[in-house]
Protein backbone atom coordinates (compact mmCIF):
# COMPACT_ATOMS: atom_id res chain seq x y z
CA UNK A 1 0.00 0.00 0.00
CA UNK A 2 2.07 2.78 -1.23
CA UNK A 3 -0.47 4.98 -3.06
CA UNK A 4 -2.88 6.89 -0.13
CA UNK A 5 -6.16 7.01 -1.55
CA UNK A 6 -7.06 10.56 -1.34
CA UNK A 7 -10.57 10.23 -0.11
CA UNK A 8 -10.97 8.35 3.42
CA UNK A 9 -14.24 7.51 3.17
CA UNK A 10 -16.58 7.45 0.36
CA UNK A 11 -20.01 6.88 0.85
CA UNK A 12 -22.96 7.04 -1.80
CA UNK A 13 -26.92 6.64 -0.96
CA UNK A 14 -26.62 4.65 2.29
CA UNK A 15 -29.66 3.57 3.21
CA UNK A 16 -30.76 1.09 6.47
CA UNK A 17 -34.08 0.55 7.64
CA UNK A 18 -35.23 -0.87 11.37
CA UNK A 19 -38.66 -1.63 10.24
CA UNK A 20 -40.39 0.89 8.99
CA UNK A 21 -38.30 3.27 9.93
CA UNK A 22 -35.79 4.70 7.36
CA UNK A 23 -32.59 6.08 10.08
CA UNK A 24 -30.50 6.52 7.63
CA UNK A 25 -31.87 7.61 4.29
CA UNK A 26 -29.41 8.31 1.67
CA UNK A 27 -26.46 9.41 3.35
CA UNK A 28 -23.12 10.89 0.72
CA UNK A 29 -20.38 11.61 2.68
CA UNK A 30 -16.46 12.71 1.32
CA UNK A 31 -14.00 12.52 3.96
CA UNK A 32 -10.51 13.53 3.16
CA UNK A 33 -7.64 11.64 4.47
CA UNK A 34 -5.81 13.13 7.84
CA UNK A 35 -8.92 15.72 8.52
CA UNK A 36 -11.66 15.66 11.22
CA UNK A 37 -14.99 15.15 9.43
CA UNK A 38 -17.70 16.07 11.70
CA UNK A 39 -21.06 14.69 11.21
CA UNK A 40 -23.18 16.95 13.31
CA UNK A 41 -27.55 16.04 14.20
CA UNK A 42 -29.96 15.58 16.97
CA UNK A 43 -30.72 12.25 18.38
CA UNK A 44 -32.10 9.95 16.43
CA UNK A 45 -30.66 11.58 13.42
CA UNK A 46 -29.18 8.52 12.07
CA UNK A 47 -25.48 9.47 13.26
CA UNK A 48 -24.98 6.46 15.02
CA UNK A 49 -26.82 3.66 12.07
CA UNK A 50 -23.97 5.55 9.46
CA UNK A 51 -21.27 5.10 11.62
CA UNK A 52 -22.17 1.70 12.93
CA UNK A 53 -22.45 0.89 8.49
CA UNK A 54 -19.12 2.63 7.93
CA UNK A 55 -17.08 0.19 10.80
CA UNK A 56 -18.87 -2.48 9.32
CA UNK A 57 -21.14 -3.51 12.09
CA UNK A 58 -23.91 -3.04 10.44
CA UNK A 59 -24.29 -3.56 6.66
CA UNK A 60 -26.29 -1.04 4.32
CA UNK A 61 -29.29 -1.97 2.92
CA UNK A 62 -28.64 0.09 -0.27
CA UNK A 63 -25.96 2.48 -1.29
CA UNK A 64 -22.33 1.38 -0.73
CA UNK A 65 -19.39 3.29 0.77
CA UNK A 66 -15.25 2.85 0.49
CA UNK A 67 -13.36 3.21 3.47
CA UNK A 68 -9.63 3.49 3.09
CA UNK A 69 -9.98 2.29 -0.40
CA UNK A 70 -11.98 -0.95 0.62
CA UNK A 71 -15.55 -1.58 0.16
CA UNK A 72 -17.13 -2.28 3.76
CA UNK A 73 -19.33 -4.87 2.40
CA UNK A 74 -16.85 -7.11 0.44
CA UNK A 75 -13.90 -6.18 1.77
CA UNK A 76 -15.33 -5.64 5.81
CA UNK A 77 -11.70 -7.59 6.98
CA UNK A 78 -9.77 -5.30 5.45
CA UNK A 79 -11.43 -2.21 6.80
CA UNK A 80 -11.32 -3.40 10.55
CA UNK A 81 -7.87 -4.23 10.28
CA UNK A 82 -7.77 0.12 9.33
CA UNK A 83 -9.91 1.86 11.63
CA UNK A 84 -11.29 1.31 15.22
CA UNK A 85 -14.42 2.49 16.77
CA UNK A 86 -15.69 4.52 19.45
CA UNK A 87 -19.06 3.92 20.29
CA UNK A 88 -21.43 5.78 22.13
CA UNK A 89 -22.05 3.68 24.46
CA UNK A 90 -18.49 3.07 26.42
CA UNK A 91 -16.83 0.37 24.35
CA UNK A 92 -14.55 -0.93 27.57
CA UNK A 93 -15.31 -3.90 29.83
CA UNK A 94 -16.92 -2.49 32.84
CA UNK A 95 -16.23 -5.37 34.91
CA UNK A 96 -12.23 -5.54 33.88
CA UNK A 97 -9.75 -2.95 35.51
CA UNK A 98 -8.12 -0.19 33.00
CA UNK A 99 -5.08 -1.96 32.36
CA UNK A 100 -6.79 -4.99 31.82
CA UNK A 101 -8.87 -3.51 29.31
CA UNK A 102 -5.72 -2.35 27.16
CA UNK A 103 -3.86 -5.97 27.58
CA UNK A 104 -7.09 -7.67 26.38
CA UNK A 105 -7.25 -5.43 23.08
CA UNK A 106 -3.51 -5.47 22.87
CA UNK A 107 -3.76 -9.76 22.74
CA UNK A 108 -6.22 -9.45 20.38
CA UNK A 109 -5.17 -6.98 18.15
CA UNK A 110 -1.55 -9.95 17.88
CA UNK A 111 1.00 -7.92 20.08
CA UNK A 112 2.22 -10.95 22.56
CA UNK A 113 1.95 -10.73 26.00
CA UNK A 114 4.79 -8.95 27.29
CA UNK A 115 4.31 -6.34 24.73
CA UNK A 116 0.63 -5.84 25.04
CA UNK A 117 1.45 -4.83 28.76
CA UNK A 118 3.86 -2.44 27.74
CA UNK A 119 1.80 -0.31 25.28
CA UNK A 120 -1.71 -0.41 28.01
CA UNK A 121 1.37 0.96 30.21
CA UNK A 122 2.30 3.54 27.50
CA UNK A 123 -1.17 4.57 27.38
CA UNK A 124 -2.63 4.41 30.57
CA UNK A 125 -0.08 7.35 31.09
CA UNK A 126 -0.53 9.27 27.90
CA UNK A 127 -4.01 9.69 29.57
CA UNK A 128 -3.52 10.18 33.39
CA UNK A 129 -4.83 6.75 33.71
CA UNK A 130 -2.15 5.58 35.62
CA UNK A 131 -3.32 5.68 39.06
CA UNK A 132 -6.55 4.43 37.97
CA UNK A 133 -4.74 1.40 35.98
CA UNK A 134 -5.88 -1.21 38.45
CA UNK A 135 -9.17 -0.13 38.98
CA UNK A 136 -12.80 -1.62 38.04
CA UNK A 137 -13.84 0.52 35.08
CA UNK A 138 -17.09 0.44 36.83
CA UNK A 139 -15.63 2.93 38.87
CA UNK A 140 -14.69 5.52 36.70
CA UNK A 141 -15.58 8.77 36.32
CA UNK A 142 -17.28 9.39 33.08
CA UNK A 143 -14.65 10.97 31.59
CA UNK A 144 -12.02 8.86 32.49
CA UNK A 145 -13.82 6.05 30.76
CA UNK A 146 -14.12 8.20 27.45
CA UNK A 147 -10.24 8.79 28.03
CA UNK A 148 -9.77 5.03 28.10
CA UNK A 149 -12.07 4.11 25.71
CA UNK A 150 -9.89 6.31 23.28
CA UNK A 151 -7.01 4.66 24.64
CA UNK A 152 -8.81 1.99 23.38
CA UNK A 153 -8.83 2.23 19.88
CA UNK A 154 -5.43 3.41 19.55
CA UNK A 155 -3.78 0.64 21.25
CA UNK A 156 -2.64 -0.18 17.59
CA UNK A 157 -3.13 3.38 16.01
CA UNK A 158 -5.75 3.07 13.48
CA UNK A 159 -5.61 5.48 9.98
CA UNK A 160 -9.15 6.29 10.77
CA UNK A 161 -11.27 6.47 13.97
CA UNK A 162 -14.35 6.78 14.54
CA UNK A 163 -15.75 8.32 17.27
CA UNK A 164 -19.35 8.34 18.15
CA UNK A 165 -20.17 11.32 20.73
CA UNK A 166 -17.48 11.11 22.46
CA UNK A 167 -18.09 14.14 25.03
CA UNK A 168 -21.68 13.63 25.60
CA UNK A 169 -22.48 13.58 29.30
CA UNK A 170 -19.04 15.01 30.27
CA UNK A 171 -18.27 17.63 32.38
CA UNK A 172 -16.40 20.67 30.92
CA UNK A 173 -12.96 20.12 32.11
CA UNK A 174 -13.07 16.20 30.67
CA UNK A 175 -14.56 17.22 27.33
CA UNK A 176 -11.57 19.60 27.28
CA UNK A 177 -9.44 16.86 27.92
CA UNK A 178 -11.19 14.58 25.02
CA UNK A 179 -10.73 17.35 22.99
CA UNK A 180 -6.73 17.82 23.08
CA UNK A 181 -6.83 14.26 22.80
CA UNK A 182 -8.70 14.30 19.31
CA UNK A 183 -6.41 17.35 18.39
CA UNK A 184 -3.17 15.71 19.11
CA UNK A 185 -4.93 12.57 17.12
CA UNK A 186 -5.14 14.23 14.03
CA UNK A 187 -2.14 16.10 14.24
CA UNK A 188 -0.34 13.24 14.47
CA UNK A 189 -2.24 11.92 10.78
CA UNK A 190 -5.13 9.64 11.97
CA UNK A 191 -8.53 10.54 10.22
CA UNK A 192 -11.68 11.31 12.66
CA UNK A 193 -15.13 10.85 12.03
CA UNK A 194 -16.56 13.02 14.73
CA UNK A 195 -20.55 12.03 15.06
CA UNK A 196 -21.65 14.80 17.53
CA UNK A 197 -25.25 16.63 18.49
CA UNK A 198 -23.30 19.36 20.26
CA UNK A 199 -22.43 22.27 17.53
CA UNK A 200 -19.78 24.09 19.29
CA UNK A 201 -17.77 20.65 19.16
CA UNK A 202 -17.86 20.52 15.60
CA UNK A 203 -17.14 24.01 15.17
CA UNK A 204 -14.15 23.89 17.12
CA UNK A 205 -12.65 20.27 16.11
CA UNK A 206 -14.17 19.40 12.29
CA UNK A 207 -12.37 20.58 9.27
CA UNK A 208 -16.01 19.73 7.60
CA UNK A 209 -19.24 19.27 8.64
CA UNK A 210 -21.99 17.08 7.26
CA UNK A 211 -25.35 18.36 8.89
CA UNK A 212 -27.55 15.41 8.89
CA UNK A 213 -31.25 15.33 9.67
CA UNK A 214 -33.79 12.55 9.82
CA UNK A 215 -31.16 10.40 7.95
CA UNK A 216 -30.27 12.49 5.21
CA UNK A 217 -27.39 14.80 4.73
CA UNK A 218 -28.89 18.36 4.56
CA UNK A 219 -26.00 20.49 4.47
CA UNK A 220 -22.38 20.04 4.00
CA UNK A 221 -19.39 21.94 4.09
CA UNK A 222 -16.85 23.68 6.28
CA UNK A 223 -17.92 25.29 9.30
CA UNK A 224 -17.34 28.44 8.39
CA UNK A 225 -19.16 27.75 4.62
CA UNK A 226 -22.34 26.48 6.80
CA UNK A 227 -22.56 29.51 8.68
CA UNK A 228 -21.97 31.55 5.78
CA UNK A 229 -25.00 29.81 3.62
CA UNK A 230 -26.93 30.52 6.37
CA UNK A 231 -26.12 34.49 6.40
CA UNK A 232 -23.39 36.43 6.46
CA UNK A 233 -21.76 37.27 9.80
CA UNK A 234 -23.29 40.15 12.16
CA UNK A 235 -21.84 43.92 13.62
CA UNK A 236 -23.08 43.76 17.11
CA UNK A 237 -23.08 47.31 18.61
CA UNK A 238 -23.87 47.98 22.28
CA UNK A 239 -24.70 51.90 23.17
CA UNK A 240 -23.67 53.56 26.53
CA UNK A 241 -27.16 55.41 26.07
CA UNK A 242 -30.00 53.53 24.87
CA UNK A 243 -32.20 56.00 24.03
CA UNK A 244 -29.84 56.31 21.28
CA UNK A 245 -30.51 53.30 19.81
CA UNK A 246 -33.24 54.71 17.19
CA UNK A 247 -31.07 57.03 15.78
CA UNK A 248 -27.99 53.84 15.71
CA UNK A 249 -30.18 51.99 14.01
CA UNK A 250 -31.19 54.37 11.13
CA UNK A 251 -27.22 55.22 10.40
CA UNK A 252 -26.63 51.14 10.56
CA UNK A 253 -29.50 50.52 8.01
CA UNK A 254 -28.34 53.39 5.92
CA UNK A 255 -24.55 51.83 5.73
CA UNK A 256 -25.55 48.22 5.93
CA UNK A 257 -28.77 47.76 4.43
CA UNK A 258 -30.70 46.13 7.23
CA UNK A 259 -30.59 46.21 11.08
CA UNK A 260 -31.58 44.31 13.91
CA UNK A 261 -32.69 45.68 17.39
CA UNK A 262 -31.22 42.92 20.10
CA UNK A 263 -33.35 42.02 23.45
CA UNK A 264 -30.70 44.07 24.98
CA UNK A 265 -32.10 47.89 24.87
CA UNK A 266 -28.37 49.02 24.02
CA UNK A 267 -27.93 46.70 21.66
CA UNK A 268 -28.19 46.43 17.95
CA UNK A 269 -26.82 44.43 14.73
CA UNK A 270 -26.62 44.31 11.15
CA UNK A 271 -25.68 41.59 9.35
CA UNK A 272 -21.89 42.61 7.66
CA UNK A 273 -19.47 40.14 7.18
CA UNK A 274 -16.38 42.56 6.21
CA UNK A 275 -14.67 43.71 8.67
CA UNK A 276 -13.64 47.52 6.79
CA UNK A 277 -17.53 48.01 6.00
CA UNK A 278 -18.26 47.64 9.67
CA UNK A 279 -14.86 49.54 11.08
CA UNK A 280 -16.43 52.89 8.78
CA UNK A 281 -20.12 52.01 9.58
CA UNK A 282 -18.70 52.14 13.18
CA UNK A 283 -16.90 55.48 12.73
CA UNK A 284 -20.05 56.90 11.33
CA UNK A 285 -21.79 56.16 14.56
CA UNK A 286 -19.06 58.24 15.98
CA UNK A 287 -19.15 60.68 14.30
CA UNK A 288 -23.13 61.09 14.51
CA UNK A 289 -22.39 61.30 18.05
CA UNK A 290 -23.46 57.61 19.01
CA UNK A 291 -21.78 56.48 22.12
CA UNK A 292 -20.13 53.51 21.56
CA UNK A 293 -19.52 51.00 24.81
CA UNK A 294 -18.66 47.86 22.30
CA UNK A 295 -18.86 46.78 19.45
CA UNK A 296 -17.89 43.06 18.07
CA UNK A 297 -17.86 41.38 14.19
CA UNK A 298 -19.29 37.20 14.66
CA UNK A 299 -20.33 34.85 12.55
CA UNK A 300 -23.36 33.22 13.57
CA UNK A 301 -23.19 30.13 16.02
CA UNK A 302 -23.86 26.66 14.12
CA UNK A 303 -27.35 26.76 16.43
CA UNK A 304 -28.30 29.57 14.46
CA UNK A 305 -27.33 27.42 11.24
CA UNK A 306 -29.71 24.19 12.11
CA UNK A 307 -33.07 26.67 13.03
CA UNK A 308 -32.05 28.22 9.68
CA UNK A 309 -31.69 24.46 7.88
CA UNK A 310 -34.51 22.94 9.48
CA UNK A 311 -36.36 25.24 11.26
CA UNK A 312 -36.09 24.06 14.15
CA UNK A 313 -33.21 24.55 17.17
CA UNK A 314 -31.79 21.23 17.86
CA UNK A 315 -33.01 20.77 21.09
CA UNK A 316 -36.32 20.62 19.61
CA UNK A 317 -35.78 17.13 18.90
CA UNK A 318 -33.68 16.12 21.50
CA UNK A 319 -36.20 15.04 24.06
CA UNK A 320 -35.75 11.04 23.24
CA UNK A 321 -31.73 11.07 24.85
CA UNK A 322 -31.48 7.68 23.49
CA UNK A 323 -33.17 8.07 20.27
CA UNK A 324 -30.43 6.21 18.19
CA UNK A 325 -30.31 3.16 19.94
CA UNK A 326 -33.63 2.99 20.66
CA UNK A 327 -34.10 2.73 16.74
CA UNK A 328 -31.64 0.07 16.38
CA UNK A 329 -33.07 -2.03 18.99
CA UNK A 330 -36.65 -2.05 17.26
CA UNK A 331 -34.23 -3.89 14.98
CA UNK B 1 0.44 34.45 45.23
CA UNK B 2 3.58 32.70 43.70
CA UNK B 3 5.55 34.89 41.13
CA UNK B 4 7.99 32.42 39.53
CA UNK B 5 5.05 30.83 37.76
CA UNK B 6 3.88 31.94 34.30
CA UNK B 7 0.49 30.26 34.56
CA UNK B 8 -0.79 31.59 38.08
CA UNK B 9 -4.60 30.13 37.23
CA UNK B 10 -3.71 27.06 36.33
CA UNK B 11 -2.08 24.47 38.65
CA UNK B 12 -0.72 21.63 36.13
CA UNK B 13 0.16 22.91 33.17
CA UNK B 14 3.54 21.06 33.40
CA UNK B 15 1.82 17.52 33.81
CA UNK B 16 -0.55 18.21 30.87
CA UNK B 17 2.74 19.43 28.28
CA UNK B 18 3.67 16.11 29.76
CA UNK B 19 0.18 14.04 29.17
CA UNK B 20 0.49 15.83 25.65
CA UNK B 21 3.87 14.73 24.62
CA UNK B 22 3.30 11.17 26.45
CA UNK B 23 0.40 11.33 23.98
CA UNK B 24 2.33 11.88 21.13
CA UNK B 25 4.84 9.14 21.51
CA UNK B 26 2.24 6.70 22.38
CA UNK B 27 0.61 7.54 19.04
CA UNK B 28 4.03 7.27 17.25
CA UNK B 29 5.26 3.89 18.30
CA UNK B 30 3.11 0.99 17.14
CA UNK B 31 3.77 -0.55 14.24
CA UNK B 32 0.93 -2.89 13.42
CA UNK B 33 1.71 -6.46 14.80
CA UNK B 34 0.75 -9.18 12.30
CA UNK B 35 -3.12 -10.02 12.95
CA UNK B 36 -3.52 -12.31 16.01
CA UNK B 37 -4.29 -15.98 15.13
CA UNK B 38 -7.35 -17.73 15.88
CA UNK B 39 -5.90 -19.15 18.90
CA UNK B 40 -4.03 -16.12 20.07
CA UNK B 41 -7.82 -14.33 20.40
CA UNK B 42 -9.90 -17.41 21.70
CA UNK B 43 -6.65 -17.46 24.31
CA UNK B 44 -7.79 -13.79 25.21
CA UNK B 45 -11.23 -14.00 25.32
CA UNK B 46 -10.46 -17.18 27.97
CA UNK B 47 -8.69 -14.79 29.92
CA UNK B 48 -11.10 -12.26 29.92
CA UNK B 49 -13.38 -14.96 31.25
CA UNK B 50 -10.78 -16.01 34.10
CA UNK B 51 -10.84 -11.97 35.13
CA UNK B 52 -14.60 -11.96 35.29
CA UNK B 53 -14.12 -14.79 38.04
CA UNK B 54 -11.10 -12.94 39.56
CA UNK B 55 -13.08 -9.91 39.81
CA UNK B 56 -16.47 -11.32 40.77
CA UNK B 57 -15.92 -14.22 42.52
CA UNK B 58 -19.33 -15.33 43.81
CA UNK B 59 -19.73 -16.47 39.70
CA UNK B 60 -17.68 -19.55 41.33
CA UNK B 61 -21.24 -20.34 43.62
CA UNK B 62 -23.17 -22.17 40.98
CA UNK B 63 -20.16 -24.56 39.81
CA UNK B 64 -19.36 -25.72 43.68
CA UNK B 65 -22.31 -24.41 45.77
CA UNK B 66 -24.56 -26.06 43.55
CA UNK B 67 -22.72 -29.36 42.89
CA UNK B 68 -22.54 -30.09 46.71
CA UNK B 69 -26.02 -29.70 47.19
CA UNK B 70 -26.55 -31.84 44.43
CA UNK B 71 -24.61 -34.94 45.72
CA UNK B 72 -25.62 -34.57 49.60
CA UNK B 73 -29.43 -34.05 48.47
CA UNK B 74 -29.75 -37.03 46.28
CA UNK B 75 -27.30 -39.56 48.08
CA UNK B 76 -29.28 -39.18 51.09
CA UNK B 77 -32.31 -38.49 49.60
CA UNK B 78 -32.38 -41.47 46.97
CA UNK B 79 -29.81 -43.46 48.23
CA UNK B 80 -31.83 -45.91 50.68
CA UNK B 81 -34.71 -45.84 48.92
CA UNK B 82 -33.38 -46.89 45.56
CA UNK B 83 -30.65 -49.00 46.11
CA UNK B 84 -30.94 -50.19 49.64
CA UNK B 85 -27.54 -48.23 50.79
CA UNK B 86 -25.85 -44.56 50.35
CA UNK B 87 -22.84 -45.72 49.53
CA UNK B 88 -23.61 -48.42 47.02
CA UNK B 89 -25.95 -45.45 45.02
CA UNK B 90 -23.04 -43.04 45.30
CA UNK B 91 -21.36 -45.13 42.89
CA UNK B 92 -24.36 -45.43 40.30
CA UNK B 93 -25.29 -41.60 40.81
CA UNK B 94 -22.01 -39.70 41.35
CA UNK B 95 -20.81 -39.87 37.85
CA UNK B 96 -24.70 -39.09 37.10
CA UNK B 97 -24.79 -35.74 39.05
CA UNK B 98 -21.19 -35.01 37.45
CA UNK B 99 -23.37 -34.73 34.15
CA UNK B 100 -26.03 -33.18 35.23
CA UNK B 101 -24.38 -30.30 37.31
CA UNK B 102 -22.41 -29.57 34.77
CA UNK B 103 -25.10 -29.69 31.88
CA UNK B 104 -26.74 -27.26 33.77
CA UNK B 105 -23.59 -24.93 34.10
CA UNK B 106 -24.02 -24.30 30.04
CA UNK B 107 -26.98 -22.84 30.15
CA UNK B 108 -25.12 -19.90 31.90
CA UNK B 109 -22.85 -19.59 29.27
CA UNK B 110 -25.82 -18.54 27.12
CA UNK B 111 -26.95 -16.10 30.22
CA UNK B 112 -23.61 -14.39 30.66
CA UNK B 113 -23.38 -14.14 26.50
CA UNK B 114 -26.60 -12.32 26.54
CA UNK B 115 -25.82 -10.01 29.63
CA UNK B 116 -22.63 -9.11 27.29
CA UNK B 117 -24.48 -8.00 24.44
CA UNK B 118 -26.36 -4.89 26.48
CA UNK B 119 -22.76 -3.51 26.99
CA UNK B 120 -21.05 -1.27 24.23
CA UNK B 121 -17.84 -3.49 24.48
CA UNK B 122 -18.87 -6.08 22.37
CA UNK B 123 -19.10 -3.33 19.31
CA UNK B 124 -15.51 -2.72 19.81
CA UNK B 125 -15.09 -6.28 19.63
CA UNK B 126 -17.22 -7.35 16.78
CA UNK B 127 -15.40 -3.73 14.82
CA UNK B 128 -11.97 -5.71 15.95
CA UNK B 129 -10.16 -8.07 12.81
CA UNK B 130 -9.98 -11.21 15.00
CA UNK B 131 -11.12 -14.50 13.87
CA UNK B 132 -14.97 -14.16 13.71
CA UNK B 133 -16.18 -17.29 16.24
CA UNK B 134 -12.75 -16.16 18.69
CA UNK B 135 -15.69 -14.34 21.68
CA UNK B 136 -17.50 -16.96 21.62
CA UNK B 137 -14.70 -19.60 21.50
CA UNK B 138 -13.00 -18.11 24.13
CA UNK B 139 -16.01 -17.53 26.44
CA UNK B 140 -16.83 -21.39 26.35
CA UNK B 141 -13.27 -22.06 26.45
CA UNK B 142 -13.20 -19.85 29.74
CA UNK B 143 -16.81 -21.51 31.14
CA UNK B 144 -14.73 -25.22 30.73
CA UNK B 145 -12.59 -23.88 33.46
CA UNK B 146 -15.92 -22.91 35.51
CA UNK B 147 -17.34 -26.55 34.52
CA UNK B 148 -13.85 -28.36 35.47
CA UNK B 149 -14.01 -26.98 39.27
CA UNK B 150 -17.50 -28.04 39.33
CA UNK B 151 -16.27 -31.69 38.27
CA UNK B 152 -13.65 -31.56 40.70
CA UNK B 153 -15.65 -30.40 43.81
CA UNK B 154 -18.25 -33.23 42.71
CA UNK B 155 -15.68 -36.00 42.66
CA UNK B 156 -13.66 -34.94 45.67
CA UNK B 157 -16.96 -34.37 48.09
CA UNK B 158 -17.58 -38.07 46.20
CA UNK B 159 -14.76 -39.88 47.14
CA UNK B 160 -15.09 -38.39 50.68
CA UNK B 161 -18.38 -39.96 51.22
CA UNK B 162 -17.18 -43.06 49.95
CA UNK B 163 -17.25 -43.07 46.76
CA UNK B 164 -15.04 -45.54 44.57
CA UNK B 165 -14.60 -45.91 41.35
CA UNK B 166 -13.37 -49.01 39.90
CA UNK B 167 -11.20 -47.64 37.07
CA UNK B 168 -8.85 -44.92 39.68
CA UNK B 169 -7.81 -41.53 38.82
CA UNK B 170 -7.25 -42.41 35.36
CA UNK B 171 -11.33 -43.17 34.70
CA UNK B 172 -12.51 -40.13 36.68
CA UNK B 173 -10.24 -38.14 34.53
CA UNK B 174 -11.48 -39.38 31.08
CA UNK B 175 -15.38 -39.21 32.44
CA UNK B 176 -14.51 -35.99 33.21
CA UNK B 177 -12.79 -34.83 29.68
CA UNK B 178 -16.06 -36.73 28.35
CA UNK B 179 -18.06 -34.38 30.06
CA UNK B 180 -16.49 -31.32 29.44
CA UNK B 181 -15.93 -32.19 25.71
CA UNK B 182 -20.25 -32.50 25.66
CA UNK B 183 -20.46 -29.68 27.84
CA UNK B 184 -18.85 -27.61 25.25
CA UNK B 185 -20.81 -28.91 22.32
CA UNK B 186 -23.93 -28.21 24.56
CA UNK B 187 -23.04 -24.79 25.23
CA UNK B 188 -23.57 -23.66 21.76
CA UNK B 189 -27.18 -24.38 21.96
CA UNK B 190 -27.37 -21.83 24.96
CA UNK B 191 -24.81 -19.15 23.38
CA UNK B 192 -27.44 -19.39 20.24
CA UNK B 193 -30.48 -18.79 22.64
CA UNK B 194 -28.75 -16.32 24.36
CA UNK B 195 -28.46 -14.22 21.24
CA UNK B 196 -32.06 -14.82 19.87
CA UNK B 197 -33.74 -13.86 23.71
CA UNK B 198 -34.23 -10.84 24.64
CA UNK B 199 -33.28 -11.03 28.30
CA UNK B 200 -31.02 -13.09 30.66
CA UNK B 201 -34.32 -14.28 32.95
CA UNK B 202 -35.93 -15.79 29.41
CA UNK B 203 -32.75 -17.25 28.48
CA UNK B 204 -32.41 -19.07 31.94
CA UNK B 205 -35.98 -20.22 31.85
CA UNK B 206 -35.92 -21.36 27.93
CA UNK B 207 -32.49 -22.86 29.16
CA UNK B 208 -33.45 -24.80 31.87
CA UNK B 209 -37.20 -25.99 30.30
CA UNK B 210 -35.08 -27.54 28.00
CA UNK B 211 -32.40 -29.26 30.26
CA UNK B 212 -34.36 -30.06 33.05
CA UNK B 213 -36.36 -32.54 31.47
CA UNK B 214 -33.87 -34.01 29.34
CA UNK B 215 -31.85 -34.74 32.62
CA UNK B 216 -34.25 -36.27 34.38
CA UNK B 217 -35.77 -38.42 31.77
CA UNK B 218 -32.50 -40.06 31.64
CA UNK B 219 -30.93 -42.82 33.32
CA UNK B 220 -28.79 -40.03 35.73
CA UNK B 221 -30.92 -40.92 38.47
CA UNK B 222 -32.37 -44.37 38.38
CA UNK B 223 -31.91 -47.36 36.18
CA UNK B 224 -34.28 -47.27 33.03
CA UNK B 225 -35.73 -51.10 33.26
CA UNK B 226 -38.85 -50.09 35.76
CA UNK B 227 -39.77 -47.50 33.43
CA UNK B 228 -43.20 -47.53 31.34
CA UNK B 229 -41.84 -48.85 27.78
CA UNK B 230 -42.45 -45.62 26.02
CA UNK B 231 -40.43 -43.35 28.73
CA UNK B 232 -37.58 -46.40 28.59
CA UNK B 233 -37.69 -45.79 24.77
CA UNK B 234 -36.86 -41.98 24.73
CA UNK B 235 -34.37 -42.88 28.48
CA UNK B 236 -32.74 -45.02 26.29
CA UNK B 237 -31.56 -42.86 23.31
CA UNK B 238 -31.70 -39.57 25.09
CA UNK B 239 -27.84 -38.51 25.12
CA UNK B 240 -27.69 -37.22 28.33
CA UNK B 241 -28.37 -41.14 29.32
CA UNK B 242 -25.91 -42.37 27.20
CA UNK B 243 -23.45 -39.68 28.53
CA UNK B 244 -24.10 -40.58 32.03
CA UNK B 245 -23.60 -44.29 31.17
CA UNK B 246 -20.28 -43.87 29.24
CA UNK B 247 -19.19 -41.74 32.18
CA UNK B 248 -19.85 -44.45 35.12
CA UNK B 249 -18.52 -46.95 32.35
CA UNK B 250 -15.06 -44.84 32.23
CA UNK B 251 -15.12 -43.97 36.05
CA UNK B 252 -15.68 -47.82 36.86
CA UNK B 253 -13.42 -49.55 34.18
CA UNK B 254 -16.55 -51.27 31.86
CA UNK B 255 -16.73 -48.55 29.27
CA UNK B 256 -18.41 -49.36 26.08
CA UNK B 257 -17.03 -48.01 23.21
CA UNK B 258 -19.99 -47.27 20.95
CA UNK B 259 -21.31 -45.07 23.46
CA UNK B 260 -17.88 -42.79 24.01
CA UNK B 261 -18.65 -42.23 20.27
CA UNK B 262 -21.60 -41.49 19.85
CA UNK B 263 -21.31 -39.19 23.00
CA UNK B 264 -17.50 -37.52 20.78
CA UNK B 265 -20.16 -37.70 17.75
CA UNK B 266 -23.30 -35.51 19.66
CA UNK B 267 -20.55 -33.18 20.76
CA UNK B 268 -19.85 -32.90 17.21
CA UNK B 269 -23.02 -32.23 15.48
CA UNK B 270 -23.90 -29.97 17.80
CA UNK B 271 -21.23 -27.36 17.57
CA UNK B 272 -21.34 -27.85 13.65
CA UNK B 273 -24.66 -26.84 13.68
CA UNK B 274 -25.49 -24.39 16.57
CA UNK B 275 -21.29 -23.17 16.23
CA UNK B 276 -22.05 -21.46 13.10
CA UNK B 277 -25.11 -20.00 13.80
CA UNK B 278 -23.61 -18.48 17.00
CA UNK B 279 -21.14 -17.12 15.60
CA UNK B 280 -23.53 -15.43 12.28
CA UNK B 281 -26.40 -14.05 15.17
CA UNK B 282 -23.30 -12.62 17.17
CA UNK B 283 -21.70 -10.42 13.97
CA UNK B 284 -25.75 -9.33 13.63
CA UNK B 285 -26.54 -8.75 17.02
Not at chain 1, 171 to 181: A, E, F, H, Y
Not at chain 2, 94 to 123: C, Q, R
Not at chain 2, 185 to 214: D, Q
Request: net charge negative; proline share 6%.
Amino acid sequence: MTTQPPLAIEATGLVKSFGETRAVDGVDLAVRSGTVYGVLGPNGAGKTTTIRMLATLLRPDEGSARVLGHDIVRDAETVRELVSLTGQLASVDEDLSGHENLVLLGLLLGLRRAAAKTRAGELLAAFGLSEAAGKLVKHYSGGMRRRLDIAASIVVTPQLMFLDEPTTGLDPRSRNQVWDIIRTLVAEGTTILLCTQYLDEADQLADRIAVIDRGTVIAEGTPAQLKASVGSGALHVRLLDPEQRPAAAQLLERDLGSVHLEPDPAGVSAPCSDADRAAEAVAELSRAGVRIGGFSLGQPSLDEVFLALTGRTAEEQTEDPAGDLHEEQAA
Amino acid sequence: MSTQTTHPQTTTPPAAAEEAAALRKALASTPRPPRATPRQAAMAFGWRGMLKVKHVPEQLLDVTITPVMFVLMFTYLFGGAIADSTGEYLNYILPGVLVMSILFTTVYSGIALNTDLTKGVVDRFRSLPIWRPAPLVGALLGDTVRYLIAGTVIVVLGVALGFRPDAGIGGVLAAMALVLVFAFGLSWVFTTLGLLLRSPSAVMNAGFMGIFPLTFLSNVFVEPETLPAGLKAFVDVNPISILSTASRGLMHGNADTSDILIVLATAAALTAIFAPLTTRLYRRA
